[in-house]
């Protein structure tokens, strides 16, 4: 029986968050490698300088480009699932590489929607309330973005998400060996620092200071229970 368990804990205005994934006993795992690329999506069709969480913008015109790249970079790799989030700027990316390599639906999760900044959502940030942008550095945790979410919030749907994938992959121990498998998550910058955190296992807000570059790819690999990140922010060509 898979159990999950949610550790938090505050310190001052950090915060740490883990999903442990329990399948019995961990060294039974059969899966000898779940290969998970992480995604961010190609530039998108919005004035810089411009407020974007979950805005829903569509791509910008240098997508074919970008999409041919990726074609190329998984061109031989088996990929099993493909999960996005199910904003055009990411679910357009998905259903172009789904094409290619799996038969199967794409999963769209909300869950793995970027941070949603309410009514600052396609506002110039140089319009925004100066003392609301200070507010929002000096609470980086439970700042509450007008009829938004704070970013703890944001990153307890994004860990829980994440906690449900890898419960969905990681197969029980049996007598029939389990081959490796591959998924790609499509989604935003905030969600992949956010996942690895996870990985890493630092607060989110140092995560903050990982690069996720549009149309990178970042891979964590989850072997015998153990995970690691086995590079991040890569630019295919």
């Not at 088996?78 to 290619?100: H, M, T, V």
């Not at 307890?156 to 591959?182: F, G, N, Y």
Request: hydrophobic letters at 35%; charged letters at 25%.
């Amino acid at each position: 029986r898979r159990l999950f368990r949610f550790c938090a804990t505050m310190f001052g205005n950090s915060y740490f968050a883990t999903f442990n994934y329990h399948t019995g006993n961990m060294s039974n795992l059969k899966t000898n490698k779940l290969n998970i690329y992480l995604i961010r999506h190609t530039e998108p069709l919005i004035e810089t300088g411009t407020c974007y969480g979950q805005l829903d913008c569509t791509v910008a015109g240098d997508y074919k480009k970008q999409l041919a790249k990726f074609r190329r970079y998984f061109n031989n790799k088996k990929i099993d699932a493909i999960y996005s989030s199910p904003l055009q700027r990411c679910a357009l990316l998905g259903k172009d590489l789904g094409k290619q390599h799996i038969q199967s639906p794409i999963t769209y999760k909300d869950a793995f929607k970027e941070i949603h900044f309410g009514d600052w959502e396609g506002v110039k940030w140089e319009d925004i309330e100066r003392a609301k942008i200070d507010e929002w550095n000096e609470n980086r945790l439970h700042f509450q973005f007008p009829n938004g979410e704070t970013p703890n919030l944001f990153y307890q749907r994004v860990l829980q998400a994440w906690s449900e994938l890898l419960s969905e992959h990681i197969t029980e121990a049996s007598t029939e060996k389990i081959r490796d498998k591959s998924l790609l998550i499509i989604a935003h910058a905030g969600v992949i620092r956010t996942i690895l955190s996870n990985i890493y296992e630092i607060l989110p807000s140092q995560a903050l200071n990982i690069q996720i570059d549009k149309s990178s790819i970042s891979l964590c690999r989850i072997e015998n229970g153990a995970k690691r990140c086995m590079f991040s922010n890569l630019l295919p060509l």
